[in-house]
């Protein structure tokens, strides 16, 4: 009798520890597959090349493309990229002498300007380390819309009056004293380049070293 009792005894012991151990396996097997399928590909998801990555994607509303640690927009269309649109106003002046008689026509017009890049020339950037390695697109004038112009002032000579081909002359020389005016009388591109990179650090959480001015 006591022999069966000894053998009942450790039995049970037996079942304990096998249903012991099968809750460690169980639980062992539960934390690799947080690690594989949830943790890693989260841990993954936050890595500077991903978030590099979500960061070009949102600057420059386009796919982007990751092999290995290089990045690239998935298309090779001609985009261009507006980050900046101000109002400006622009003056020209148009004087014409002719048998000693002399016109003059002053204008004053009013623009839409828009600055940004052309991402056409954009070959992606390469992650070493925590540092974005690459040639952003330098900063260029996109546009520049006439609103509206008036006339400042006005006035022809005896026999040389102001033709409307001098009034079109007039528009065309507008037109080019504002993107003069623009490229070389203000800040626009720079600000572009400024918004640019502002947002790239800022989608990326700093974790993106931008050493370089971007262009």
Not at 15 to 36: D, E, P, Q
Not at 151 to 172: L, M
Request: glycine share 8%; proline share 2%.
């Amino acid at each position: 009798m006591s022999y069966r009792r000894q053998r009942g005894g450790g039995g049970q012991i037996h079942r304990y520890f096998k249903y012991f151990a099968g809750l460690v396996i169980l639980a062992i097997a539960g934390m690799a597959a947080f690690h594989f399928f949830i943790g890693k590909p989260m841990s993954s998801m936050n890595s500077p090349v991903d978030k590099l990555a979500r960061a070009l994607g949102s600057v420059t509303n386009g796919e982007v493309k990751v092999d290995g640690y290089t990045l690239t927009l998935a298309s090779t269309e001609t985009r261009e990229l507006i980050v900046v649109k101000r109002r400006t106003q622009s003056v020209v002046k148009f004087e014409s002498s002719w048998l000693g008689s002399k016109k003059v026509y002053i204008v004053k017009g009013e623009f839409e300007i828009k600055a940004g890049f052309d991402l056409s020339e954009f070959e992606g950037f390469e992650l070493k380390g925590n540092e974005a390695v690459g040639e952003w697109p330098e900063p260029r004038l996109l546009g520049v819309n006439l609103q509206k112009y008036d006339t400042f002032f006005s006035s022809s000579g005896v026999v040389n009056r102001i033709t409307d081909a001098d009034r079109e002359h007039v528009v065309n020389l507008l037109m080019q004293q504002a993107r003069i005016d623009a490229v070389q009388n203000s800040d626009i591109l720079n600000e572009a380049e400024r918004i640019i990179q502002t947002r790239l650090e800022d989608l990326t959480d700093g974790e993106v070293d931008f050493k370089k001015p971007l262009h």
